[in-house]
């Protein structure tokens, strides 16, 4: 077994330890991928809209930007978070036991979080190598961290709990 044989079968193992591991190893991690890609389009035609449509009357170059950038992060944060629910982690809907708005405050909660970390591995990376592949690497720690918290958080099935008789 060659080095970088060695240094995949490490990081398999090292992943599937992690809570929802198994599964980011598998099919559910690329669905979340492939939301989250289309969410960055959708992102990037609400900002592109709010900004140039929108929002274009508004005289204070700053505030136009930043409407259009809070409208084009809430956007695209609904759009996943919809699609997620229905589609990555569709299959655990029914067996949810919390209602949809305190589902979407927990995705909100770990999506910002991502965003926070990336921003600050970035920062820290780009000691070591240029900024493009600290954030890179970055983003790439940050998904797995967003998934991992919103498979074993925000979409986790909770298990009835006994009754007392």
């Not at 950038?69 to 609904?78: H, K, N, Q, V």
């Not at 720690?141 to 099935?157: D, R």
Request: glycine share 6%; charged share 15%.
């Amino acid at each position: 077994m060659n080095g970088g044989e060695r240094v995949k079968r490490f990081i398999v193992r090292a992943v599937s330890r992690l809570p929802g591991g198994s599964w980011l190893l598998k099919q559910r991690f690329v669905k979340f991928g492939t939301v989250g890609f289309s969410g960055t389009l959708v992102n990037l035609a609400v900002l592109y809209i709010a900004q140039e449509f929108l929002y274009r009357g508004l005289e204070n170059a700053s505030l136009q930007f930043n409407l259009s950038l809070a409208t084009a992060i809430f956007i695209s944060t609904l759009h996943n978070f919809i699609w997620n629910r229905a589609w990555t982690w569709g299959d655990r809907k029914s067996r949810i036991r919390k209602h949809v708005s305190v589902q979407f405050m927990q995705y909100c909660a770990a999506c910002w979080l991502s965003i926070a970390l990336q921003f600050v591995f970035t920062n820290v990376f780009k000691q070591y190598m240029h900024y493009m592949l600290a954030n890179i690497l970055a983003i790439a720690i940050t998904a797995v961290l967003n998934y991992v918290i919103n498979h074993s958080w925000t979409f986790k099935v909770r298990k009835q709990g006994r009754k007392s008789l």
